[in-house]
């Protein structure tokens, strides 16, 4: 049978819609707070190529739209085909070849047949609250290994022909703190699954198996083709940027994360060469050197905006390439821990961005807010972890708009909890969830305010604040524009026991201890002397700008609430203008690199490269903790003399010719 292109669009729409229902059917069912509420799951379809046709695109995650099933497939099914009924599942990075990125989410997929014939697979995820390890919800920061994280399910069959394995389902019950909650989330991805499986055959039986194919290779082709003209509008040419994490979760060693992005004809090409190797954190991805959805979404968010209307699928990829070294925090290998790797995927997002923009300064984003805190709290025997708020930022300023404020959907799409949820389910008291007033990067237009919230520990219990970030490093601004405002992690703020927190692992928690996470604002973007006066008026009235900001940074001056804008002239003639071009890091940044200067940091990741891969993190370490010895306590965030500062950058630049 031979599809008319309007056929395939219909039949394409119709696959749509169907995705779309999996993951309405997949949050009803679910059982976990984060499932159901923060919307940590999503569903998909993909043909024989293992590549999806259709992704939703209001509901669930976001950034999973370019995953290849067919790796995790063929390793649970040698010597057996897939049958009618079946569903394989896993969760482990490394045997299903990056399909999950860290033991939490948990993978499903079942075969979808017209009769006897194999036509397409349904795929749904979930994080799940807990799969054993270490700590309660199995996420830390300072886990060391894999083995650390919970339990690894390779691909295997969970349902055969129809009928859940009783084993497999009693082997993941006795390895979680948390067991009916993970079954309840399971099994509704099986109900999302089955719905799926009913549409598509609903399909195939008017279009036929050949039909179906048609479909699916229309879709993939279909986006490919948009994706390449819509990346053909970026300019020509090769553009480099790079920029931190805050520490490599051992201690307070930054990690550099780099690329040279090469945009030729449609087509992006982004080399991470120069990216500091993998660590002994959970701060790893694993990719096998292969493009993965996690570390091009910025690619897919470009595409979209350039072609609002571009089909939301696989074929997007296309239109990019990808290389990292192995061994690299961006293709980890042997055992590395990945579990807080959206920490590192966030920081992709915003090295992506701070490259393209220089091929499209009127299109792509400052620097977003760049973090994703699950704050979680874990009762004192595990049997409750709840996730309080799944805490963003803001989106970077652009030309021509505001950042959006409290919202960051650059690798994920979650929902916020509601208050009124939170405290049902978790012991504990919300005392404030706001957006964080001077948060968001000051510009012509100002980068999207942080959020704030403080809640008030009801029970005894943990705190886990996985993926904490830009307490060191602030997001970038462009054009002028400046860096959002630094996270802060706060317990017990004001009280004679207050305590900060950079790197969190399992923090006790008392009844009565206060918790407040004010996560960084995004870039700002152009002169903030340029921004419009009843926009500044109009951010102070809504909160998200103080008039002491207003005044000092904007240079607008009021006469109660109404602005003088006479005085507001003057101010403004006597501030100096910011630039017009170019990436605004902040002072933290700056003192950094004028001590590990790029170019004898790119010498250090070729020297580290020629090293055994179990070496070059620690070796890495070694170099940096002894040059930072040589500094003020508290650096790049305290100042060093010049004196100081050009003495440790000779000593790095001796240390680095050291490696060998």
Request: aromatic share 6%; no cysteine; charged share 20%.
């Amino acid at each position: 049978m031979t599809l008319s292109t309007t056929q395939k669009d219909v039949a394409l729409t119709r696959v749509q819609a169907t995705v779309e229902e999996m993951s309405l059917t997949l949050q009803r069912a679910s059982r976990s707070l984060y499932v159901r509420d923060a919307a940590d799951f999503a569903t998909a379809i993909a043909d024989l190529s293992g590549r999806f046709i259709a992704y939703p695109q209001h509901v669930g995650v976001s950034g999973f739209l370019g995953l290849d099933l067919l790796p995790a497939i063929a390793e649970a099914t040698r010597g057996e085909p897939l049958q009618p009924g079946d569903v394989l599942l896993t969760n482990d990075p490394y045997l299903s070849r990056g399909l999950s990125t860290h033991l939490p989410d948990v993978h499903a997929i079942a075969p979808y047949f017209a009769g006897d014939e194999l036509i397409g697979y349904g795929w749904a995820f979930v994080h799940v609250s807990d799969v054993g390890g270490r700590v309660p919800s199995s996420v830390s920061v300072v886990n060391d290994s894999v083995y650390a994280e919970g339990l690894r399910v390779p691909p295997l069959r969970y349902v055969r022909r129809g009928q859940i394995v009783p084993e497999v389902e009693a082997l993941l019950a006795a390895n979680s703190r948390t067991p009916d909650a993970n079954r309840g989330d399971l099994h509704a991805m099986l109900a999302a699954l089955a719905t799926g499986r009913g549409r598509v055959a609903e399909l195939s039986d008017e279009l036929g198996a050949s039909g179906f194919a048609e479909v699916g290779s229309f879709a993939r082709a279909q986006a490919a083709a948009r994706a390449r003209a819509a990346l053909r509008t970026l300019e020509d040419g090769t553009y480099r940027f790079e920029d931190y994490l805050d520490n490599d979760g051992v201690g307070p060693t930054p990690l550099r994360i780099v690329v040279t992005a090469t945009v030729d004809d449609g087509h992006v090409h982004l080399d991470f060469a120069g990216t500091d190797p993998q660590v002994e954190a959970a701060l790893n991805m694993v990719t096998f050197g292969e493009a993965h959805s996690w570390v091009v979404t910025r690619i897919f968010a470009l595409a979209g905006t350039l072609d609002p209307e571009i089909p939301f699928g696989g074929g997007i990829m296309e239109a990019i390439g990808f290389s990292s070294p192995e061994g690299t925090l961006l293709n980890a290998t042997g055992s590395a821990a990945t579990g807080v790797r959206h920490a590192t995927t966030s920081r992709v997002n915003d090295v992506v961005s701070g490259a393209l923009i220089q091929a499209a300064p009127r299109v792509l984003p400052a620097a977003s807010s760049g973090l994703v805190v699950p704050l979680v709290f874990a009762a004192v025997d595990g049997s409750r972890i709840d996730v309080v708020e799944p805490m963003v930022g803001g989106t970077g300023a652009r030309f021509g708009h505001d950042g959006v404020d409290g919202r960051d959907s650059g690798i994920s799409n979650l929902s916020n909890n509601s208050v009124e949820v939170v405290e049902s389910d978790v012991a504990v008291r919300v005392l404030r969830y706001a957006t964080r007033p001077d948060s968001g990067g000051a510009g012509r237009w100002r980068g999207g305010s942080g959020l704030e919230l403080e809640f008030e520990a009801l029970e005894d219990g943990s705190l886990l604040a996985r993926g904490l970030e830009r307490l060191r490093f602030r997001p970038w601004g462009f054009a002028g524009g400046q860096p959002g405002a630094a996270t802060e992690l706060i317990v017990n703020e004001g009280r004679a026991d207050e305590e900060r927190l950079s790197i969190v692992d399992v923090r006790p928690l008392r009844a009565g201890d206060r918790v407040v996470l004010r996560t960084s604002g995004a870039g700002g973007y152009g002169d903030p002397l340029e921004r419009d006066v009843e926009a500044v008026a109009a951010d102070v009235e809504a909160g998200f700008v103080t008039a002491a900001q207003a005044h000092d940074v904007y240079g607008v001056v009021f006469d109660g609430s109404v602005v003088d804008r006479d005085a507001t002239a003057a101010l403004r003639a006597s501030l100096p203008a910011a630039p017009e071009t170019g990436h605004t890091v902040g002072v933290e940044r700056e003192r950094w690199e004028a001590v590990f200067a790029p170019a004898a940091n790119d010498e250090l990741q070729r020297r580290l490269q020629a090293l055994p891969a179990a070496r070059r993190s620690a070796r890495r370490r070694a170099i940096v903790t002894e040059v930072l010895a040589s500094l003020p306590a508290g650096f790049p965030t305290a100042a060093a003399d010049g004196e100081a500062v050009a003495a440790a950058a000779a000593l790095f630049e001796i240390r680095v010719r050291d490696v060998s």
